[in-house]
């Protein structure tokens, strides 16, 4: 299906969406071919309306599994297996939609085309309830004391009408998206579907020649004289922004905000973010890629500008062949060689190794471009310095192609297995902190205490002194003494 068929579904759903005819829409959204995360959202959305629950379900996990950063589709699902009375599965899908918000009060969907802002007080909220179904009312209370720090209103609202309903151990009402928000295309690129007639209609007009008795919709001309050919001016190249970097590798972006670009192209990086992500600019357009996948792109010294005018011819003579060498003898360069600039000329005895792309997912994922066959202790090193991280807290772990089971890598023979795994030079590795289990309870005597009890799973983010640690319990982080828990292997 062309883009311009899909666009056009898309605002056909819309329309009738909008008209409140759900099942219209639904079967506008359900004839695309090959939907993307957004189309599968609103797919999920209107099936949730019409009380499908299961295919509703589906449907938001296909959105999840083309853009695993769509807080809001976490949301969404969170709300249908709430429904389902599936609260250990609602709880995690609101804890993942918690965690995407990285720490900011809210998330506005306009600009991407939905009509609705995600709050963190509302995940917070949702996830106090599922907490509160399940009989646990303390947790609840701490979401709901932890959401009244993203409130992003002063007078009271939803978060203290559930703090005083579980008070009293009531459920309270579950917060959902607005009856018929979806994900809406761009109006320009929906307006440049239409046709547009850029010559008119054609009109008679008369002659200019006197006694021409010819009409139709070219008369006659009398000849105009040849123009005198002069020369062209030479055009001068406006000054682009940003620093010029040449593209490694292909990149396909997952949403609007990332650019596509290819190997060899040439971008300007206008901005470079600390989470590895880098702003530029390509043919007129601005978006973020990886910085990974660029390489720096510097001018030798002494290299300027091209001269508006036309060169000057050279002022030196060519060098002369040397003695005793023939044509069939001099060194040719291959037309592979010409069309791909990515690859160099390499020396038989020493080739050059082609860097490998190392996918980590860890609490956001990242690519980063290290040497093939690196030791586990040498990954490690990388991806602890890129997360800012101790290495001796975080474990890796690698899928197997054949059985797609996720297997630790503990020693320096798995890290070997694992970059058997390397597909077009890419090597995805999952990146977890390091578990421990609670030896005894421990109560909490102070807000930034992590409390917890005999038997938890703690995953331990940090080593604060020689006594202390800082973790993550059942969605609370906070620091515990070190002798009150024991780590767990990898093994």
């Known amino acids: 299906m062309s883009l311009t068929d899909t666009i056009r579904l898309w605002d056909e759903g819309i329309t009738a969406a909008d008209q409140q005819e759900w099942v219209t829409a639904l079967d506008m959204f359900t004839a695309i071919l090959e939907p993307s995360s957004k189309i599968c959202f609103n797919i999920g959305c209107l099936h949730l309306l019409l009380g499908q629950l299961n295919q509703a379900e589906k449907a938001f996990d296909k959105s999840i599994s083309r853009d695993e950063h769509l807080a809001v589709a976490f949301f969404q699902r969170g709300i249908i297996l709430y429904k389902n009375e599936k609260y250990e599965e609602a709880l995690r899908d609101f804890l993942e939609a918690f965690n995407r918000l990285r720490g900011n009060q809210l998330i506005d969907y306009n600009q991407l ?42 007078k009271p609202n939803f ?14 009402p579950l917060l959902q998206l607005p009856t018929g928000e979806l994900f809406r295309p761009k109006k320009r690129v929906v307006a440049q579907l239409e046709k547009q007639d850029f010559l008119g209609e054609a009109k008679v007009v008369a002659s200019i020649i006197d006694k021409d008795a ?14 005198v050919s002069q ?49 530029v600019m390509f043919n007129n357009k601005t978006g973020l890629v990886p910085y990974n996948y660029l390489e720096p792109l510097e001018l030798e010294k002494g290299e300027t500008s091209p001269p508006p005018d036309i060169p000057a011819p050279p002022t030196t003579t060519a060098p002369e062949r040397p003695a005793g060498v023939k044509d069939e003898n001099l060194l040719t360069i291959t037309r592979q060689q010409v069309i791909d600039p990515s690859k160099k000329i390499q020396c038989k005895d020493h080739p050059m190794p082609v860097p490998s792309i190392v996918k980590v997912h860890f609490m956001y994922t990242v690519a980063i471009r290290v040497k093939p066959g690196l030791s586990h202790n040498e990954l490690l090193a990388v991806i602890s310095k890129k997360f800012h991280l101790p290495e001796n807290r975080l474990g890796l772990s690698y899928k197997a192609q054949e059985s797609g089971e996720l297997i630790p890598i503990t020693s320096e023979t798995k890290m070997k297995n694992a970059w058997t795994e390397v597909r077009n030079q890419r090597l995805t590795i999952w990146c977890k902190f390091l578990e421990a289990v609670a030896l005894y309870d421990y109560e909490v005597s102070d807000p930034a205490d992590l409390g917890f009890h005999k038997g938890d799973i703690i995953q331990v983010l940090a080593q604060v002194n020689n006594n202390w640690l800082e973790g993550q319990c059942k969605g609370n982080t906070g620091i515990f003494p070190a002798t009150f828990v024991k780590e767990l292997s990898m093994a």
């Open 113 to 154: 085309g939905l009509r609705y802002k995600l709050c963190t007080c509302q995940v917070l909220h949702n996830v106090a309830l599922v907490h509160a179904t399940m009989q646990n009312w303390d947790k609840a209370e701490e979401a709901l004391k932890k959401a009244e720090t993203y409130k992003t209103e002063a």
């Open 231 to 279: 020369r062209k001016a030479p055009e001068k190249f406006k000054t682009l922004e940003g620093v010029p970097h040449r593209v490694l590798f292909n990149y396909i972006p997952n949403n609007e905000v990332e650019l596509e670009v290819q190997s060899g192209n040439i971008v300007f990086l206008l901005e470079k973010g600390q989470d590895n992500w880098a702003t």
């Open 159 to 172: 978060v203290d009408q559930a703090l005083e309903a579980v008070w009293k151990q009531e459920l309270f």
């Open 214 to 227: 010819f009409s139709g919709f070219a008369p006659l001309q009398p000849l105009a004289p040849e123009p």
